[in-house]
């Protein structure tokens, strides 16, 4: 079952990457769509200015082995999210990098997962739909999940340079078709569940449909113009 999965997984790859790069406008114009004049989101606004600003008083190494420890969990992730049982995770003792190790081949989503899935951000979104089961959602609540998106950013930008070995793995061209329309998915959906919760998450995706939809019947009646 395994490994049919990663087969399966490696199949979709570049259809994923060329739905990415269609996607990306859609991506854009759906922050049009975001109160961010509303209270929640000026919590949540406040609370990813907060992360910049706890950032640069943190000490270099305690970032550093967070990002790692993040990193090599979320390669874990998806390792178990696509069956793979995980045998291990390593940091290494001067913070210069980790290694997660699984039985199986693997695939691309194992690889590339850190540089744009929010681990965190997901653990934090399980927990507020916990409490907010038997509380009320409130502003505090909303900053904190600003915080997860600023950390979430800040890893993604720090960790993607010329020395980083997961990338080469699936190919340059591949990371610059899927990488940035999937962070602002991890974002977008982060902001849609900061109002309405997995009901915003699941609108959110709706969203998208809609504006890739109207964005092909655009490029449609633009190219009928020209014939």
């Known amino acids: 079952m395994r490994a049919v999965i990663d087969k399966l997984i490696e199949l979709l790859k570049w259809p994923v990457a060329v739905y990415m790069l269609f ?3 859609a991506f854009i114009q759906s922050l049009a769509y975001f109160q961010f004049t509303r209270m929640p989101y000026v919590a949540l606004i406040a609370g990813f200015f907060i992360f910049f600003i706890s950032r640069s008083m ?3 190494s305690v970032k550093s082995n967070m990002e790692i420890v993040v990193h090599e969990m979320t390669h874990a992730f998806f390792a178990l999210l696509t069956l793979h049982k995980v045998k291990g ?14 039985e199986g081949e693997g695939n691309w989503l194992i690889v590339i997962g850190p540089y744009f899935f929010p681990l965190f951000g997901l ?3 399980i927990a507020v739909t916990v409490y907010t089961s038997f509380a009320p959602m409130n502003l505090i609540l909303n900053g904190v999940l600003g915080f997860f ?5 800040d890893a993604v930008g720090s960790q993607i340079h ?6 080469p793995k699936v190919s340059y061209k591949f990371c610059a078709m899927f990488l940035p329309s999937a962070n602002l998915w991890a974002v977008g959906s982060m902001l849609a569940f ?4 997995w009901d915003g998450v699941w609108l959110y995706q709706r969203l998208i449909s809609y504006l890739n939809g109207r964005n092909w019947d655009y490029i449609l009646n633009l190219a009928g113009d020209f014939l």
């Open 23 to 25: 996607s990306f406008p």
């Open 58 to 60: 943190m000490d270099s």
């Open 89 to 102: 995770i390593r940091v290494e003792g001067d913070n210069s990098g980790g290694n997660m190790s699984f």
């Open 123 to 125: 653990f934090y979104m």
């Open 149 to 153: 998106i600023g950390y979430h950013l």
């Open 162 to 167: 010329e020395k980083q070995t997961d990338l």
């Open 194 to 197: 900061n109002s309405r919760g």
